[in-house]
């Protein structure tokens, strides 16, 4: 079965300083990876996959098979980065159904 | 835009109470899907559906069930609500088209349902 793991609950930075927000996934196959973003008294919703290989608000992601990984980073935080991130993952089991797998999430803090 | 309505914010039941939690999407998705969030747990998915009618279990399937008889509503049914049902409920849906890898997820804004 696959697992998301975000090893840091919280994380704290000043703003201006680099961001980076750890995933590491198990998973044998070909898994397709996102980073969901949950602001203050707002929903859910996507921030980037690894497919689409683009920066959204100034952050990426690159899936490293060999490590299993798939990070979130951004070189300059800015406090409105303030929120709830999940790394989230799917597989292909011959079906089109997408569910996914959360991680425990990361609550990041950008300090002024 | 995709639109994800869950039909309550807040909610508060007491034990044993059978508990409805209603879903709606406006963009004729397939696949929708019902999660818990709780702390230091992430999104738990519970039950998903992939057509009308159709229903499979997620991770955490036992005490609920689902109903599915139109393809935009997806019901989350708390047969018996016990306390440790406490949590917050995440709705979303998604499309079965596979241009371009999965479909990413919609949510909607969550019901915090409190079981007393």
């Known amino acids: 079965a696959q697992r998301v793991t975000q090893p840091e609950k919280l994380l704290s930075v000043f703003k201006g300083a680099p961001v980076e927000l750890k995933c590491n996934y198990s998973y044998s196959g070909s898994p397709e990876l996102f980073w969901y973003v949950q602001y203050s008294r707002q929903r859910l919703q996507l921030l980037l996959r690894?497919?689409s290989r683009e920066s959204i608000k100034g952050f990426t992601a690159d899936l490293n098979k060999g490590e299993t990984s798939f990070h979130l980073k951004k070189p300059f935080a800015q406090e409105e980065d303030s929120a709830m991130y999940y790394c989230a993952l799917t597989t292909d089991g011959g079906t089109s159904y997408g569910k996914l797998t959360f991680g425990q999430g990361t609550i990041l803090t950008v300090h002024p | 835009d995709v639109k994800v309505t869950q039909s309550s914010r807040y909610l508060v039941k007491r034990t044993g109470e059978k508990v409805f939690l209603e879903c709606v999407q406006d963009?004729?998705?397939?696949?929708m899907f019902w999660y818990r969030q709780d702390p230091g747990l992430g999104l738990r998915l519970i039950y998903f559906s992939y057509d009308v009618k159709m229903k499979e279990k997620g991770d955490i399937p036992e005490g609920y069930s689902v109903s599915r008889e139109k393809k935009e509503r997806f019901s989350l049914i708390l047969e018996s609500a016990s306390t440790n049902q406490t949590s917050m409920y995440l709705c979303?849906?998604?499309?079965?088209?596979?241009?371009?890898?999965?479909?990413?997820?919609?949510f909607g804004d969550g019901t915090r349902l409190s079981i007393l």
């Open positions: 963009m004729d998705h397939e696949n």
């Open positions: 979303a849906s998604s499309s079965s088209r596979r241009t371009g890898g999965f479909q990413p997820q919609h």
């Open positions: 690894h497919i």
